[in-house]
């Protein structure tokens, strides 16, 4: 399915391929995400480059990427002539990052097909691409991001060290520069108190743990966001199996969670959920936290089987257009922050109307 050539209102009327479950998907692992950064060598990095030399590198990445197979029929958005209110929704579908929406001088981003795979150009190194997969499934998120890799490679030089990897701006990502990360919802480990004893295991096997949006962004509705905090010293797979086999043992640990709040808490555990769905059926104004936290008990519910007729996929698409530039976008209009509560808890309450 090719993206339709009429801007960002094109791009969110489409659902999101990374956020599409499956009937058989437990909802825990939401996500699953693979990123390279790149520079090429005969740049200056973007940190120290002028407006010419990025507006250079972007139309050379552009033409590039644009000969790749997997970006057939993708759809390429000029950071320079987005408005903010666009520039936010690229953001909220996490299709770029929070840094490349503040820049504009030679900052773009190719979006492919579904969603799923996209390249950010300009952002804190010359090339940031990522895969984005439905569920845990790191391994074929590598496995795209790292065929487009070989591909760019044909057609670029990056700047590459014998001794050090991939060179890039900031050390962190130095070597691979592969970031793997995953999108975890772990309601009953919060509810059951364990949680802050496994985040402080993860920190210490070197496992950066953040909220829904990344970098800087607080933990909301029980989501979190788990990456390797090395890039260098291992190679890409032992990288991506790493975190894959943490993302397993959460999963693991957050289902035997559920199954224990069941057996030993299952009336409050019910009656939080069918509260929380109540407010979310009725409520007349929502924040987009207050959303974030009465979901996250909805889709334990949908877990436990409290709603049959309702799937995760109802509510993963509520995830992203109930968000503030999406409200905006889609009803045409520039609203003030209550006047976007009231809008989210009105288009919320049209699709828990389905399920009364």
Known sequence: MNLPDNGIQGLIGQEAGWLTASDSDPGVVISSRVRLARNLAEHIFPGRSGQAERSLVREEVRKASSAINYFGGAAFFDLEVLNQLDRTALWERRLISSDLMDKKNGAGV??????????????????????????????????????????LQRRLAMAYSPEWGFLTCCPSNLGTGLRASLLIHLPALVRAKRIEKLLNQLEAEGILVRGFYGEGSEVAGDIFQISNRATLGRNELEIIEHVERVGRSLMEQELEARRYIMDHVRRQTEDNIWRAFGILANARMLS???????????????FLGLFPRMGLNALNKLLITTQPAHLQI???????????????????????????
């Open 288 to 302: 987009s936290r207050e959303f974030l936290e009465l979901t996250s008990s909805l889709r334990l519910g949908i």
């Open 330 to 356: 889609m009803l045409d209009a520039r609203m003030e922050a209550h006047e976007r509560d009231g809008e989210r808890a009105k288009m919320v309450r049209a699709v828990m109307a389905d399920f009364i």
């Open 110 to 151: 190719l979006v492919g097909r579904n969603q799923s795979l996209d390249l950010m150009i300009n952002e804190e190194d010359h090339i940031r691409m990522q895969s984005l997969l439905p569920g845990l499934d790191l391994i074929e998120a590598f496995r795209i991001v790292d065929q487009v890799d070989d591909q």
